[in-house]
């Protein structure tokens, strides 16, 4: 239970908009949380797209006002071209961004509130422009925490997975449209509000155009990604997330690839902060960022340094759901991180459909999955609610091949990447390979642990895929992503292969014929010894946030529920994802939003060409000069050399049609 803090020991000054000038003209709004009767205290940026003003508003309240109360000054700054910042907006994390974000930091650190120190905070976008932004040094910036975000914009975020077009990228690419042209607010930006909003109109564009441009890892995906240079990135950084989020992998490459002081931290959660939770337990996250910005902004001792590296939640084996409001587990950590602790056994899949710690003579074993496989799969990255973890893994066997290991004599925990080495031929040029990690109960029950995807053309990386020779032997490297998991005394660890892994991944063009080599391949399991120090880890304080702004949930209905439909006689299946469905009302802005979204992926079993994925969404911010909405619809579809984007949008004022526009577009394929 998260305790709601009414008192703090400084009173806190809200001012509801202040506008940041950027060197062009060009204002960005942002509120201000800061403390009344004491002098310049360092200030806390958080820089994000998603309105201020009415989009994250109960959420921003919580946090910064919290932190405000502890002695910091906190700023939650629009993107230009969002919420109530002038400007456009042309795609995320865009250089204009990252600049403007570097003269806000020198903005923030001359006003008379702050005492010239900046740190940087946020998750899932707030999270990416805080590395992105350390990465170009601006002197003011003195530490960033980073919660669910990614150092390798083409390798861990919803655009690709291995190589694959990720289910995410086209369904991302339909909720950013619903929200670029939505207006800003006249109480705030004054009367220029509907100028504002018209430029915004005719400027909106689905962004996976963009995306689909660059299908492999190329100068785009490349720009942002502070993998590319770690070294540019000098100052602390706390590195979190959770391990049903998407971005976990993220956080020990981070350790791994910075010198500079670090910590990481990965919980049980799912996409979100650690004090305000899906998937318990929740930490007292928000005395963390104060312990973390006391340390590096007021030399406050706390020992933060003194903490192991990398602190992670190991969690219990758990039966297949399709949701879970709590992880049973405990808290884990190494001193440092890659840790030499970690044993690397070796898993060899053999013949008889074996996991083995020894090598069986080579055999061929061929797989060609049909495209139901992946039905059992879940969401990419989860939220925590609406059924989207695996369920029993025993669906998507069926057409997989499954290695399985004896009943484990003892306890095994892993910590880690796995990675699977495949030897292996293919009877097409285009093909990928889904690697299911699975922790098999006695009584045959199959939870998935974590899962890796390769397009077999990025087989030597993503910059330059090769179209696969029929019938030729290759090698490949399949990254499993990384995990803490415990599987028990009696359980049995399986290993499963499949060619088709839809929704998660699109299909290649044509059903592919996989053959491996048994014998040949195996699994690098990292295998983490017991540590008696983590029964002396400083323990958590409970959750705490300040009270949120005044706000009331009205009832709605989902446009759609999270269901999976099959079709016996025509042999369409279609996965549906509830999206946004929602309805605020805030008293103290006199403003009620109401959204409903959904994505749903549809596709008839042999006939790859099928996969379709379409969305829509409708957004309407009600307030006192009127109503205001964005209605769009969307679908992705392929044929065998191209993919096809479609969609429609209107705006509307109070019920009447304002404006219309439509895409149709063509975009080949690039070995995907």
Not at 16 to 39: C, H, Q, S
Not at 166 to 171: E, L, Q, T, Y
Not at 244 to 266: F, H, K, M
Not at 359 to 379: K, R, Y
Request: proline share 8%; with cysteine; net charge negative.
């Amino acid at each position: 239970m998260t305790t709601i803090r009414e008192t703090f020991p400084n009173e806190v000054e809200i001012v509801e908009n202040i506008f940041v000038p950027m060197p062009d003209g060009t204002r960005l709004a942002a509120k201000l949380w800061r403390t009344k009767g004491v002098g310049p205290v360092p200030a806390i940026l958080e820089y994000l797209p998603y309105r201020k003003r009415e989009g994250t508003r109960g959420r921003d309240q919580k946090m910064h006002a919290w932190l405000a109360g502890h002695g910091y000054a906190c700023l939650r700054l629009d993107i230009r071209g969002t919420g109530d910042s002038e400007g456009l907006i042309d795609d995320e994390y865009t250089e204009q961004e990252i600049v403007d974000g570097c003269h806000a930091i020198a903005w923030i650190a001359a006003q008379d509130w702050c005492d010239g120190q900046v740190a940087m905070y946020g998750i899932s976008w707030g999270g990416f422009n805080g590395l992105q932004i350390a990465a170009r040094r601006p002197p003011t910036l003195k530490t960033i925490i980073t919660v669910g975000s990614t150092d390798d914009r083409y390798a861990t975020d919803v655009h690709y997975v291995g190589g694959c077009l990720s289910k995410d990228n086209f369904d991302w690419s339909a909720t950013m449209l619903a929200h670029n042209d939505l207006p800003p607010d006249p109480d705030i930006v004054g009367p220029k509000w509907r100028e504002m909003w018209q430029a915004r109109m005719r400027h909106n564009a689905p962004w996976i155009l963009h995306w689909l441009a660059h299908q492999r890892r190329d100068s785009y995906w490349r720009h942002g990604s502070v993998c590319e240079d770690f070294s540019a990135i000098d100052i602390p950084v706390f590195a979190v997330s959770g391990w049903a989020d998407n971005y976990s992998e993220s956080v020990p490459r981070l350790l791994a690839g910075l010198s500079g002081p670090r910590r990481g931290l990965i919980g049980p959660w799912a996409h979100s902060f650690p004090h305000d939770v899906a998937v318990e337990p929740a930490i007292g996250w928000l005395q963390e960022v104060k312990r973390w910005c006391d340390h590096w902004m007021k030399g406050v001792p706390g020992g933060v340094m003194e903490d192991p590296m990398y602190r992670v939640w190991m969690q219990e084996s758990v039966p297949p759901s399709t949701c879970y409001l709590e992880r049973q587990g405990r808290w884990v950590a190494e001193a440092d991180w890659p840790s030499p602790r970690i044993e690397h056994r070796a898993l060899h899949l053999n013949a008889g459909r074996r996991l083995g710690s020894e090598p069986s003579e080579s055999e061929d074993a061929t797989i060609c999955s049909p495209l139901w496989v992946g039905l059992a799969s879940g969401e990419v990255g989860r939220y925590g609610e609406d059924a989207e973890w695996p369920t029993d893994q025993r669906e998507d066997d069926g057409g997989s091949l499954v290695f399985l290991s004896e009943p484990l004599p003892g306890r095994t925990e892993i910590l880690g990447a796995p990675q699977l080495h495949l030897r292996f031929s293919c009877d097409k040029p285009l093909a990928l390979v889904a690697v299911r990690l699975n922790d098999v109960m006695p009584d045959g029950r199959s939870t998935r642990v974590t899962l890796g995807c390769l397009n077999l053309t990025h087989r030597e990386g993503h910059s330059d895929p090769k179209p696969l020779e029929p019938g030729k032997v290759y090698d490949a490297i399949i990254d499993l992503d990384d995990i803490a998991h415990a599987f028990p005394a009696g359980h049995r660890i399986a290993v499963a292969l499949s060619t088709t892994y839809w929704p998660i991944a699109w299909p290649s063009p044509e059903l592919a014929t996989l053959t491996m080599r048994t014998g040949e391949t195996w699994l690098d399991l990292p295998v983490r010894p017991s540590d008696p120090a983590d029964s002396t880890l400083r323990t958590f304080d409970p959750p705490e946030m300040a009270s949120p702004t005044p706000s009331t949930d009205l009832p709605t209905e989902p446009a759609v529920r999270r269901t999976v439909a099959r079709d016996l006689l025509s042999g369409e299946m279609v996965v549906d994802f509830p999206r946004w469905t929602y309805a605020h009302e805030m008293p103290d802005i006199g403003q009620t939003v109401i959204s409903d979204a959904f994505a749903r992926y549809r596709i008839t079993d042999g006939d790859p060409l099928s996969a379709t994925c379409e969305t829509g969404a409708n957004v309407i911010i009600h307030r006192k000069d009127g109503a205001f909405g964005h209605h769009s619809t969307g679908r992705l579809s392929c044929d065998a050399t191209h993919f096809r984007v479609e969609t429609t949008l209107r705006i509307t004022e109070n019920d009447t049609t304002v404006f219309e526009r439509e895409w149709d577009e063509r975009i080949p394929r690039d070995n995907v």
